[in-house]
């Protein structure tokens, strides 16, 4: 099973939650949705095999400065923080 943990920025933006992919996603009962309205930075965890980090979330990703990674222990840290995050964000 694969499964698809995601944290929305809500800031601001109410239909996000109510697109057609979010809904769309929302059926498979593998896909968890979360919201948060200050994000720290955006952070895309594929595989646990490498990452993506993105320092200014409120920026077009080509205006932010871009961390790509397949380091195991940034990926370590970066799950970690990404943990952190889940559990403090709003279950939708």
Do not use: C
């Not at 694969?2 to 992919?21: D, H, Y």
């Not at 095999?49 to 993105?54: D, L, N, Q, R, V």
């Not at 979330?57 to 932010?64: E, H, R, V």
């Amino acid at each position: 099973n694969i499964e698809t943990q995601i944290i929305v920025n809500t800031a601001g933006e109410t239909n996000i939650l109510q697109s057609n992919k979010i809904e769309l996603l929302k059926k498979n009962q593998n896909f968890l949705l979360r919201t948060i309205t200050q994000p720290k930075a955006n952070i895309l965890i594929l595989d646990k095999s490498e990452a993506i980090i993105t320092l200014h979330p409120k920026l077009d990703l080509g205006a932010s400065p871009v961390l790509w990674t397949n380091h195991p222990e940034f990926l370590m840290i970066f799950q970690d923080y990404f943990q952190d995050i889940w559990k403090k964000t709003t279950k939708r």
